[in-house]
């Protein structure tokens, strides 16, 4: 399959306002793309439209990605405005730092509601115009696709979900001539890593994100590898990319880095903290 060359192309992205999606944004649009923002708050899309060259190159529609109606009327007129929709990025995402015995089964759904299944209502929205271009569809999941920390079971579980989707909707689609991918970064610079920290619980499992396995990357470097990902039309995508092997041996590896990550103490204070929170 060809390569996308950005520049002309229309890209939608999820949760666009974000800290990876405005960053994200600002960088395809210096790649040429003219790009349709989707997020919950019309004022601040309105707002990130401006910013990067009005409505010529970019636009703002809200949408939730809780509400399927929302996105097929968003991704239909960003495709009428633009006269194409080239890509689709379901970028939306949040975490919740939960227990099974204390935590709040309200978060572990809408977390799993928003991470999984609001990638699917993004892709199903998307499909008629992507389609029409033979485009690509893209997941922003996590490295927690494969690695699965203690305390964070909606997170994992979604993002490893997503991660599957991806590869059964590829299949289902490869006769069309629309490819799938997903981006997998570890942990970087975000509003949702800032409230991780934040937490007594969070800073016990990854040990303040000091060291490696749970050391940051730079942000600009995911956003980078994602706006590469989405040229090469890549499959799966880790950031960083030598973190590939440990994706593809995920099943291998993974007792190795719990038992280097994940110490019996640490998980212990992380419920301690998490069980002592206001409810």
């Known amino acids: 399959m060809s390569r996308i060359a950005l520049a002309g192309r229309t890209v939608a992205i999820t949760g666009s306002t974000g800290g990876l999606g405005r960053d994200l944004a600002t960088e395809l649009r210096a790649r040429g793309a003219h ?3 989707l997020d919950l708050d019309q004022d601040a899309v309105d707002e990130q439209a401006m910013a990067l060259g009005g409505s010529a190159v ?3 529609w809200r949408a939730d990605v809780r509400d399927l109606t929302s996105l097929e009327a968003a991704m239909t007129a960003a495709a009428a405005h633009f006269g ?3 890509v689709a990025v379901a970028n939306a995402g949040v975490g919740a730092i939960e227990s099974l015995a204390t935590g709040d089964p309200a978060a572990f759904e809408r977390t799993v509601d928003i991470n999984l299944t609001g990638v699917w209502r993004t892709f199903r929205a998307a499909l008629p115009p992507v389609s029409e ?3 690509h569809l893209l997941a ?4 927690a696709a494969f690695v699965h920390s203690p305390l964070n079971g909606a997170y994992t579980a979604s993002k490893a979900g997503v991660w599957a989707l991806c590869d059964s909707i590829r299949l289902e689609l ?3 001539g629309v490819t799938v991918g997903s ?3 570890t942990f970087f610079d975000t509003p949702m890593m ?5 937490d007594p619980a969070g800073r016990a499992v990854w040990g303040e994100h000091r060291k490696a396995p749970w050391k940051f990357v730079p942000r600009a470097t995911v956003v980078t590898e994602t706006a590469d990902a989405i040229e090469r039309r890549a499959e799966l995508t880790t950031v960083p990319r030598t973190l590939t092997l440990a994706a593809r041996m995920a099943g291998l590896i993974r007792k190795p880095i719990e038992a280097i990550g994940f110490s019996d103490d640490s998980i212990r204070t992380a419920l301690r903290h998490a069980e002592q929170r206001p409810r």
């Open 35 to 37: 790009l349709a923002l």
């Open 58 to 60: 970019a636009r703002g």
């Open 84 to 86: 194409r929709l080239d």
């Open 133 to 135: 271009q033979r485009g």
């Open 140 to 143: 922003v999941s996590s490295m």
């Open 174 to 176: 490869r006769h069309t």
């Open 183 to 185: 981006v997998h970064p």
């Open 194 to 198: 800032a409230g991780v920290l934040d």
